[in-house]
């Protein structure tokens, strides 16, 4: 796949797809399962991921490109799209084990769908800078407790990439990044979603409850999250918010 072919199925999927429940879906705050597999089907979950696993390896234009396409017709599956491509290249940036290169497989295959896990209630908007903590399990993994204020696609998303501060952390960037499978113990959704304009996308709080992260599932070392969101998600993240509103306004 090209940029050209994803934009072009990215175009296909919003007219086919997106546009015949779009308006519904939004009254509803109803999440478009139809339009993820069809993402899904075209490739396009894969989208930035390297082709090792079966991505397409494309970059940021591209990516632009295909948010906007999605944007244009649907804003809510635009920023599901976009944050699980954020996601997804931040997984595809952590050093590779067996259960990753699963997720990565899955990904690129359309039968995974990832997101965010970043802003906490007690950080403000401030959400690279977690005020949960956690902590350790020597060497088996840690244990995570937090209470994150919006989660894109939570609750229907099979992936999200958490941030929490590192057990030693000293300070409030000193964060680290793990991947928690949808279906963890104490991972809960714990609140109802009404974003005006966007009532689609499920961006509901969600709580970790001492929530057991093998040490597998670690993206980042140890207070290297800021690092990861500086280099990885910030600048994908600007271009895939300008690409939403910016087409927005004009449709």
């Known amino acids: 796949m090209d940029a050209k072919t994803a934009a072009s199925a990215a175009g296909v999927t919003a007219q086919e797809v997106l546009a015949t429940t779009a308006a519904d879906n939004d009254k509803q705050g109803r999440f478009s399962t139809e339009a993820i597999e069809a993402l899904g089907h075209a490739g396009l979950l894969?989208?930035?991921?390297?082709?090792?696993?079966?991505?397409?390896?494309?970059?940021?234009?591209?990516?632009?490109?295909?948010?906007?396409?999605?944007?244009?017709?649907?804003?809510?599956?635009?920023?599901?799209?976009?944050?699980?491509?954020?996601?997804?290249?931040?997984?595809?940036?952590?050093?590779?084990?067996?259960?990753?290169?699963?997720?990565?497989?899955?990904?690129?295959?359309?039968?995974?769908?990832?997101?965010?896990?970043?802003?906490?209630?007690?950080?403000?908007?401030?959400?690279?800078?977690?005020?949960?903590?956690?902590?350790?399990?020597?060497?088996?993994?840690?244990?995570?407790?937090?209470?994150?204020?919006?989660?894109?696609?939570?609750?229907?998303?099979?992936?999200?990439?958490?941030?929490?501060?590192?057990?030693?952390?000293?300070?409030?960037?000193?964060?680290?990044?793990?991947?928690?499978?949808?279906?963890?113990?104490?991972l809960t959704v714990a609140g109802a979603w009404d974003g005006l304009g966007l009532r689609a996308n499920a961006s509901s709080p969600m709580h970790l409850d001492g929530c057991v992260v093998p040490a597998d599932m670690r993206l980042t070392a140890e207070a290297g999250g800021f690092q990861a969101m500086l280099e990885i998600f910030l600048p994908l993240f600007n271009l895939g918010q300008a690409a939403v509103s910016g087409t927005r306004a004009r449709a």
């Not at 894969?46 to 999605?70: E, H, N, T």
């Not at 894109?152 to 499978?181: E, I, Q, R, W």
């Open 46 to 186: 894969g989208l930035m991921l390297p082709a090792d696993v079966g991505g397409a390896s494309l970059g940021p234009r591209a990516f632009v490109d295909v948010v906007a396409a999605l944007a244009e017709v649907d804003a809510s599956v635009a920023m599901v799209f976009l944050m699980h491509t954020l996601a997804s290249r931040t997984i595809a940036a952590a050093p590779r084990t067996t259960a990753l290169q699963g997720v990565l497989t899955d990904m690129a295959a359309g039968r995974h769908l990832s997101t965010l896990a970043f802003s906490e209630a007690g950080s403000r908007s401030h959400f690279w800078a977690p005020v949960s903590r956690a902590e350790s399990l020597n060497g088996s993994g840690a244990r995570l407790t937090a209470r994150k204020s919006f989660v894109t696609s939570a609750g229907h998303a099979d992936s999200y990439v958490t941030s929490t501060l590192s057990s030693n952390g000293s300070g409030p960037t000193d964060s680290t990044l793990y991947l928690v499978l949808a279906g963890s113990a104490r």
